[in-house]
């Protein structure tokens, strides 16, 4: 399994079990969900970073979908998935250095009964969390994990 691939799985698994919603891979139709609320998290893309360190950018669409006869259980819902997303960092600092919302779309109360959010979230992590690569070259050792330059003496 991918670094990415388990991100996005420790990610839904975060999402379920900080919210009250059934999370899943991918996206659906409205008409083919059956449970309420829930949730779909589909990776968009990603981006490499290189500044010291290796690092990824995933960027995920989160949809949530919920039922109810007013507007107020479905903005707590909204409220609840946000809050998970922001606490997701917090739990997994060994290779995530940020996860944050980058926007907050709703249906507005169009598809009433149902409640549908948007939600476009990034991912910082880092690529491989224990690289370490030592190039020799003549009597240069040069270690990339903390770019530090040593010169032998032999």
Same mark, same amino acid.
């Given at each position: *399994?991918?670094?990415? /691939?388990?991100?996005?799985?420790?990610?839904?698994?975060?999402?379920?079990?900080?919210?009250?919603?059934?999370?899943?891979?991918?996206?659906?139709? &409205?008409?083919?969900?059956?449970?309420?609320?829930?949730?779909?998290?589909?990776?968009?893309?990603?981006?490499? &970073?290189?500044?010291?360190?290796?690092?990824?950018?995933?960027?995920?669409?989160?949809?949530?979908?919920?039922?109810?006869?007013?507007?107020?259980?479905?903005?707590?819902? *909204?409220?609840?998935?946000?809050?998970?997303?922001?606490?997701?960092?917090?739990?997994?600092?060994?290779?995530?250095?940020?996860?944050?919302?980058?926007?907050?779309? /709703?249906?507005?109360?169009? *598809?009433?009964?149902?409640?549908?959010?948007? &939600?476009?979230?990034?991912?910082?992590?880092? &690529?491989?969390?224990?690289?370490?690569?030592?190039?020799?070259?003549?009597? /240069?050792?040069?270690?990339?994990?903390? *770019?530090?330059?040593?010169?032998?003496?032999?």
């Amino acid at each position: *399994m991918s670094h990415r /691939t388990a991100i996005i799985n420790s990610f839904i698994a975060h999402l379920e079990n900080h919210t009250s919603a059934v999370g899943y891979r991918g996206y659906r139709f &409205l008409h083919e969900i059956n449970s309420f609320p829930s949730f779909y998290v589909a990776f968009q893309n990603e981006a490499r &970073l290189h500044r010291g360190d290796r690092y990824g950018i995933l960027a995920l669409n989160i949809r949530g979908y919920s039922w109810a006869d007013n507007v107020d259980p479905f903005e707590l819902y *909204m409220r609840e998935l946000e809050t998970a997303v922001q606490t997701y960092r917090p739990q997994h600092l060994r290779f995530v250095d940020e996860a944050r919302v980058i926007s907050v779309r /709703t249906d507005e109360g169009v *598809m009433q009964p149902y409640g549908i959010v948007d &939600l476009n979230v990034e991912i910082l992590y880092r &690529l491989d969390p224990n690289f370490t690569s030592t190039v020799r070259a003549d009597s /240069t050792v040069v270690t990339a994990d903390n *770019m530090i330059i040593k010169v032998d003496n032999q």
